[in-house]
């Protein structure tokens, strides 16, 4: 398969259309097969469900090109699995497993001329999206959803190495104790756009945010979830079910435990807690891990031991893991990497 003529290390995190996309529609209570199709663009009414009331959930995976020259996804049953969670949440009708992982399959195939060579470090993500199509003006569900999958190349996270960076805790909350922090919807990012604007305009690259109840406990940053090593060597991983479960973050628990030997604990963080830990990092499809090197809480700083230079070690030996996992360099568990063929 030749590859499209695209200078994949100059990529960053942005939408560049591809060829095909996937799109299946649900009408009269039942999905249809779903096709490809080249257009990039949908025509909706004013009224759209998805635009008064923001019904719409989404999903985000990667494709890859292996050391042997595979082309693979990553783990894209626990999207699908995911996915179908956010759609019950919004009264959209779930996707099921078969047919998203079928059109995870179709869209990469179709667009393998776009999946980066094998060492380049960008990757072909995937946004896997439901939303309510048809006019909605009285506050109900949509009848018609449409469900699409397109690709997009972006470019290795992290320009000449990772660079810690630092975030600041929030005086704004994320999501309610029993609200959706949990599920991948548009509407918990809608939130963040004011705050994440405001944190960079103050010199700080993330919002930390803490569980709205008590404010004393970590949660996670708009699209990424914390992980933490204590001096020890012990992986520890917020527990609330406010969090968004991170596929990165459950994967590196299984590859701490599996592979590195390292004690994990996916426990309630105290922000108290943190001044003792030695690495921080962010964790989530798109960076894999981001280490954190410093926290600031209105001026007062925690500094991590492993500080503003490089990741930690063990941040290092998971994020190295895991990505070797991802490219074929180390041998995967069971399910973890589906072949596109
Ligand atoms: C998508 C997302 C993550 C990361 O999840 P991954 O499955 O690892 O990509 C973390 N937090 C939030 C709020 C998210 O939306």
């Not at 490809?36 to 004013?46: A, G, H, Q, Y």
């Given at each position: 398969m030749a590859k499209k003529d695209i200078d994949w290390s100059s990529l960053g995190?942005?939408?560049m259309p591809t060829d095909e996309r996937y799109v299946s529609w649900f009408k009269d209570g039942k999905w249809d097969d779903g096709a490809?199709?080249?257009?990039?663009?949908?025509?909706?009414?004013?009224c759209a469900c998805v635009l008064?009331?923001?019904q719409t959930v989404f999903e985000g995976l990667k494709a890859y090109t292996t050391k042997d020259g595979r082309t693979v996804c990553f783990r894209p049953d626990m999207n699908a699995k995911r996915l179908a969670e956010s759609c019950r949440r919004l009264e959209i009708p779930e996707v099921p497993e078969e047919k998203f992982i079928d059109a995870v399959k179709k869209v990469v195939k179709a667009n393998e001329a776009y999946v980066p060579p094998f060492g380049s470090g960008a990757t072909l993500y995937l946004r896997p999206f439901v939303f309510g199509y048809d006019s909605i003006i009285g506050v109900k569900p949509a009848n018609e959803f449409q469900f699409r999958i397109f690709a997009t190349p972006v470019g290795p996270y992290f320009k000449g190495g990772a660079k810690p960076i630092t975030i600041r805790v929030s005086d704004v909350d994320r999501a309610a104790p029993h609200g959706t922090g949990d599920i991948k919807a548009g509407l918990n990012y809608a939130m963040s756009l004011h705050n994440i604007v405001d944190a960079h305009n103050c010199g700080f690259d993330e919002n930390m945010y803490l569980d709205p109840k008590t404010r004393t406990k970590v949660e996670e940053t708009g699209g990424a979830n914390f992980i933490f090593i204590t001096k020890d060597g012990k992986l520890v991983t917020p527990k609330s079910n406010s969090i968004l479960p991170s596929i990165t973050r459950r994967s590196l628990m299984y590859v701490a435990e599996h592979y590195l030997n390292m004690p994990v604990e996916h426990r309630e963080v105290y922000f108290d807690e943190l001044k003792d830990f030695a690495e921080c990092g962010l964790c989530g499809t798109a960076a894999v891990i981001s280490p954190v090197g410093k926290i600031v809480d209105h001026g007062k700083e925690i500094c991590f031991p492993s500080g503003m230079e490089e990741m930690g070690p063990y941040t290092?030996?998971?994020y190295e893991?895991?990505?070797?996992?991802?490219?074929?360099e180390i041998e995967a568990p069971e399910g973890w990497i589906v072949e596109i063929d």
């Open positions: 995190f942005g939408y490809l199709t080249k257009d990039p663009n949908i025509t909706m009414s004013e008064q009331y923001a290092k030996k998971l893991t895991l990505t070797g996992i991802q490219m074929g």
